[in-house]
């Protein structure tokens, strides 16, 4: 009598291999954005001001271009200092005392051409037109 191959056993460890491999997933499927450049929109746009001058302020320098932040958070080594515009959010990163990064957002948390974004914060944060 003839076994059918289907009825074989399978030996036991590639019987685990094969279970498990169907359980792993390579890439992750998840972002925190839609990929949608955001859209700036001020009434008080004020002038533009580069990543490149906001990299290398120290605390007092971004006091006086941007105000108070509306939040202040520490997170081990890094401060985050987060600004608000009419038409925009701007975060602040901050190490040793000094801004290293600055990152702006449109009110749907899209991302935002940071110049546009600091300048408006700077001048509705110091009463400026």
Do not use: W
Request: net charge positive; glycine share 8%.
């Amino acid at each position: 009598m003839r076994l059918s191959p289907f009825l074989v056993p399978f030996p036991a460890p590639l019987l685990v291999v094969l279970l498990l491999t169907g359980c792993v997933e390579q890439t992750p499927r998840y972002s925190l954005g839609s990929g949608e450049a955001g859209v700036f929109r001020s009434a008080n746009a004020g002038r533009p001001i580069s990543l490149d001058t906001i990299k290398g302020m120290d605390e007092r320098q971004v006091l006086a271009t941007f105000g108070k932040p509306d939040l202040d958070r520490r997170d081990a080594a890094t401060r985050t200092l987060r600004y608000h515009s009419d038409g925009c959010t701007l975060f602040v990163y901050m190490t040793n005392d000094r801004a290293q990064f600055a990152d702006a957002l449109d009110p749907q948390m899209r991302p935002l051409p940071l110049d546009a974004c600091a300048g408006s914060v700077a001048t509705q944060k110091r009463g400026l037109s």
